[in-house]
């Protein structure tokens, strides 16, 4: 029993160490994007503007820089995110499986209301783990500097250091207290249901597939963008309201999801709810649709890494 009990435990580590280099790796390709969304989604309505128009106004404000606000905080935020939840995500489904042997089930897959329960354990434990992690970064996304102020400077005077992540982090705590580092944790429990809705898809489908071929990494970068495309466009309007709770504290009083959905309905009508959609759903799609293919292929590896190493070693 002890062997196979550390065999699984080893290939859940597996699993969750491709599932963080896959995120990184997904992250880096598509931060403007994640950029452009996110300042979209806590701008008021009079800040709209075309894609095109936002990057030039964000590129004349403050460089292409600017694009990559925040992106050491996203991409080691990514990287938690993602161990963590494919650790959990596969130490339930490795408990399903187990169950289904012991009842003698004719096959050991997971149904879809297993793999929505494995969702939502793992992505309620990430939420809890991760969420200070991306206040501090929508925080430094949205964090605009113009141009105009550093040519006001006095000749010879250094213009500002943009704010470090760790800077960010000890500025929140000590101006509002380790809670801010909690805000929009409600919204984002909430979204938990937007990676059960694209695992459970893609889950279901790469199942339904393995009867019939293998799934190569492109058919797995095809099925990951279509279940990411299903659940970002269902569950954005909660993604806009955790986005605003984010910077809520920064920009004035704090409120609560109810309370913030309706206000954004009441100023900006229901359109609101989906401001910077484009952008976020084109990231959304093409992170996911890459983080499959880069997850199935460092899994790969690791796996043989694995093996070629033995095991008085381990």
Known sequence: ?????????????????????????????????ITLST???????????GFLDAVKRIVQREGVNGLYSGLDSALFGISVTNFVYYYWYEWTRSSFEAAAVKAGRASKKLTTIESMIAGAIAGSATVMLTNPIWVVNTRMTTRKKS????????PGAKAAKAPTTVGTLLALLKEEGPLALFSG???????????????????????????KRRVTPTIAFLLGALGK?????????????????????????KENMVTSMKRIVREEGYTGLYKGIGP??????????????FKDVLYEQTVRLRRKIPAKAL
């Open 185 to 211: 944790v409600v919204p984002a429990l909430v979204l938990v249901i937007n990676p059960i809705l694209q695992y459970t898809i893609f889950e279901q489908l790469k199942n339904t597939l393995e009867k």
């Open 229 to 253: 495309l299903f659940a970002t466009s269902i569950t954005y309007p909660y993604i806009t309201v955790k986005s605003q709770m984010h910077v809520a504290g920064r920009d004035g009083g």
């Open 39 to 49: 300042r979209a989604q806590v701008e008021s309505k009079r800040a709209d503007s």
């Open 147 to 154: 141009k105009e102020s550093d040519e006001s400077l006095l």
């Open 280 to 293: 976020k759903v084109t990231q959304s799609v093409i992170t996911a649709a890459f983080l499959f293919a």
């Open 1 to 33: 029993m002890a062997p196979s009990t550390a065999a699984q435990q080893s290939d859940n580590v597996a699993h969750a160490l491709s599932g963080a280099g896959g995120g990184i790796l997904s992250m880096a390709l598509t931060y403007p994007l």
